[in-house]
């Protein structure tokens, strides 16, 4: 339903946010650049343009609004809610917002500066937004509110380009997760379909996420440590609490999963979907040992991949030397600040979104198998709009929402459709118009054919009464 009421068409142009009625505002010249920032959670629609009105919560924090609200929203009647921000979760906010009808919300900061969107991707919690959120400066936000408080104020009508992403022939993403979190497996294995379908088209990366013991590195890294390998420089939190893992756990798999990455990039894929759904369950109490079984079950060669986990130290003490693999994942984390996951790079470009889709179940005699629509699965659609024109590859020409064609011709592209389909449908359409058709005249030819005749029978009755009374005179 939201992708309906989008304006959805790319432009190479800068994302921004402007006001497009009513006049005295459209001539501020303090609203005649609004910044904004976009939010780590809901549907971001990466290159497209939302316009519609603007509206005020009520409440104006939007933390406990009225059951009876509703925005019955149509492609002439796109509403955007105006929130302030605090009090409550963003999340809670655009869940009020995303159910009441609206289309997109409009944070306004609590703060006169600006500042990032604090909603992490962490643990997914977010995947059941479908709407874009962004947040823009108290000073201009209370601009905004003063002109919709007054009783008789115009409409205000505003728009915002969402940015374009980076286009390359060939896309590259990075993946940033932790081992031995289950939800971090979700964007992977909903994904899996379609870097399949595209992988001669893609560059992929998986990092992980590691942090590092700071009373440790006082002591030099001479001390072992449960939750970190190498004296404390790559840690990992404690995967299942009491249970019998431990940090140290999670940091091994993460040299394990490197080493099947460099021998076998597709089996990776295989490896990692498979050791989510076998080794992470809560109930498995074998999880540093279960990897033996997946390794064997996707005919990994087990001895390869100790061999590299293996060389991958510096040194036979695993608890305290150094580690090549992780001393690289470490650098490029800190290099880009990687603090929370997961995280998703698109051609060096961070992601901001939802990273999965909500989804249900189906075909459990054939294992479980997630259904859910494309058009709404953020990071697929931001993959395809990342690439140049003429690189792009099947898979998205036919599930791609936007409009894009090679010789300059934009057109629309939606859900595959068979084309049989269509035809029978365009087909039974004509047929119960003309039947319709048939029917209508039938009913008007037959009324006035009717009209006609009893008008006929009238006079001819007439005419007949009056001869009658004639010759009853005349016999007089």
């Not at 609004?65 to 009090?87: A, C, F, H, S």
């Not at 703060?111 to 643990?123: H, T, Y």
């Not at 990075?174 to 379609?194: A, I």
């Not at 595209?198 to 992929?204: A, G, L, R, W």
């Given at each position: 339903?939201?992708?309906?009421?989008?304006?959805?068409?790319?432009?190479?142009?800068?994302?921004?946010?402007?006001?497009?009625?009513?006049?005295?505002?459209?001539?501020?010249?303090?609203?005649?650049?609004?910044?904004?920032?976009?939010?780590?959670?809901?549907?971001?629609?990466?290159?497209?343009?939302?316009?519609?009105?603007?509206?005020?919560?009520?409440?104006?924090?939007?933390?406990?609004?009225?059951?009876?609200?509703?925005?019955?929203?149509?492609?002439?009647?796109?509403?955007?809610?105006?929130?302030?921000?605090?009090?409550?979760?963003?999340?809670?906010?655009?869940?009020?917002?995303?159910?009441y009808?609206?289309?997109?919300?409009?944070?306004?900061?609590d703060?006169?500066?600006?500042?990032?969107?604090?909603?992490?991707?962490?643990?997914n919690?977010?995947?059941?937004?479908?709407?874009?959120?962004?947040?823009?400066?108290?000073?201009?936000?209370?601009?905004?509110?003063?002109?919709?408080?007054?009783?008789?104020?115009?409409?205000?009508?505003?728009?915002?380009l969402?940015?374009?992403?980076?286009?390359?022939?060939?896309?590259?993403?990075?993946?940033?997760?932790?081992?031995?979190?289950?939800?971090?497996?979700?964007?992977?294995?909903?994904?899996?379909?379609?870097?399949?379908q595209?992988?001669?088209?893609?560059?992929?990366t998986?990092?992980?996420?590691?942090?590092?013991?700071?009373?440790?590195?006082?002591?030099?890294?001479?001390?072992?440590?449960?939750?970190?390998?190498?004296?404390?420089?790559?840690c990992?939190?404690?995967p299942?609490?009491?249970?019998?893992?431990?940090?140290?756990?999670?940091?091994?798999?993460?040299?394990?999963?490197?080493?099947?990455?460099?021998?076998?990039?597709?089996?990776?894929?295989?490896?990692?979907?498979?050791?989510?759904?076998?080794?992470?369950?809560?109930?498995?109490?074998?999880?540093?040992?279960?990897?033996?079984?997946?390794?064997?079950?996707?005919?990994?060669?087990?001895?390869?991949?100790?061999?590299?986990?293996?060389?991958?130290?510096?040194?036979?003490?695993?608890?305290?030397?150094?580690?090549?693999?992780?001393?690289?994942?470490?650098?490029?984390?800190?290099?880009?600040?990687?603090?929370?996951?997961?995280?998703?790079?698109?051609?060096?470009?961070?992601?901001?979104?939802?990273?999965?889709?909500?989804?249900?179940?189906?075909?459990?005699?054939?294992?479980?198998?997630?259904?859910?629509?494309?058009?709404?699965?953020?990071?697929?659609?931001?993959?395809?709009?990342?690439?140049?024109?003429?690189?792009?590859?099947?898979?998205?020409?036919?599930?791609?929402?936007?409009?894009?064609?090679?010789?300059?011709?934009?057109?629309?592209?939606?859900?595959?459709?068979?084309?049989?389909?269509?035809?029978?449908?365009?087909?039974?359409?004509?047929?119960?118009?003309?039947?319709?058709?048939?029917?209508?005249?039938?009913?008007?030819?037959?009324?006035?054919?009717?009209?006609?005749?009893?008008?006929?029978?009238?006079?001819?009755?007439?005419q007949?009464?009056?001869?009658?009374?004639?010759?009853?005179?005349?016999s007089?």
């Open positions: 339903m939201l992708i309906l009421l989008l304006f959805l068409f790319l432009v190479n142009a800068d994302s921004y946010f402007k006001i497009l009625n009513p006049k005295s505002l459209v001539s501020d010249i303090n609203l005649l650049e609004i910044n904004f920032q976009i939010a780590n959670f809901g549907y971001v629609p990466y290159g497209q343009k939302i316009s519609g009105q603007l509206e005020m919560a009520n409440p104006y924090n939007y933390c406990n609004p009225p059951n009876t609200q509703y925005v019955d929203n149509d492609k002439m009647n796109v509403k955007i809610l105006l929130v302030e921000r605090g009090d409550c979760s963003n999340y809670q906010k655009a869940i009020y917002a995303q159910n009808g609206y289309v997109m919300m409009v944070l306004i900061n703060i006169n500066e600006e500042s990032n969107l604090g909603v992490e991707n962490k643990f919690e977010y995947s059941d937004i479908e709407i874009p959120s962004i947040i823009i400066k108290k000073s201009q936000g209370e601009l905004l509110k003063s002109f919709l408080l007054q009783k008789q104020h115009e409409s205000v009508y505003v728009q915002i969402f940015p374009e992403l980076l286009k390359t022939d060939k896309v590259n993403y990075e993946y940033w997760f932790s081992s031995m979190d289950k939800s971090s497996y979700r964007f992977l294995k909903q994904f899996y379909s379609f870097h399949m595209m992988k001669d088209f893609v560059e992929f998986p990092h992980y996420t590691l942090g590092r013991c700071g009373h440790c590195e006082r002591f030099q890294f001479t001390r072992r440590d449960s939750l970190c390998l190498s004296g404390g420089r790559y990992a939190a404690d299942d609490g009491n249970g019998p893992l431990d940090g140290q756990d999670a940091v091994r798999e993460v040299v394990r999963q490197i080493c099947i990455f460099k021998t076998d990039k597709n089996k990776w894929w295989n490896y990692v979907l498979k050791y989510s759904q076998l080794c992470l369950d809560s109930s498995n109490s074998i999880s540093n040992v279960c990897y033996n079984d997946v390794l064997q079950a996707l005919q990994i060669d087990p001895k390869k991949i100790e061999t590299c986990y293996n060389d991958s130290f510096l040194g036979l003490n695993h608890e305290l030397d150094d580690n090549i693999l992780l001393s690289q994942e470490y650098q490029k984390s800190q290099q880009l600040q990687i603090y929370f996951w997961p995280i998703l790079y698109i051609n060096n470009v961070r992601y901001r979104g939802n990273l999965t889709i909500e989804s249900y179940f189906t075909n459990y005699d054939k294992g479980d198998q997630e259904i859910y629509d494309s058009s709404q699965f953020g990071p697929f659609q931001a993959i395809c709009k990342s690439f140049n024109i003429n690189s792009i590859p099947e898979v998205c020409r036919n599930r791609i929402v936007g409009c894009m064609d090679d010789d300059g011709t934009w057109v629309p592209y939606k859900e595959e459709t068979n084309t049989w389909v269509v035809w029978v449908a365009v087909l039974f359409i004509m047929a119960l118009i003309m039947i319709c058709t048939l029917y209508l005249y039938k009913r008007l030819f037959i009324k006035k054919a009717s009209e006609e005749i009893n008008q006929q029978v009238n006079i001819n009755l007439a007949y009464y009056a001869m009658t009374e004639q010759k009853k005179n005349l007089k």
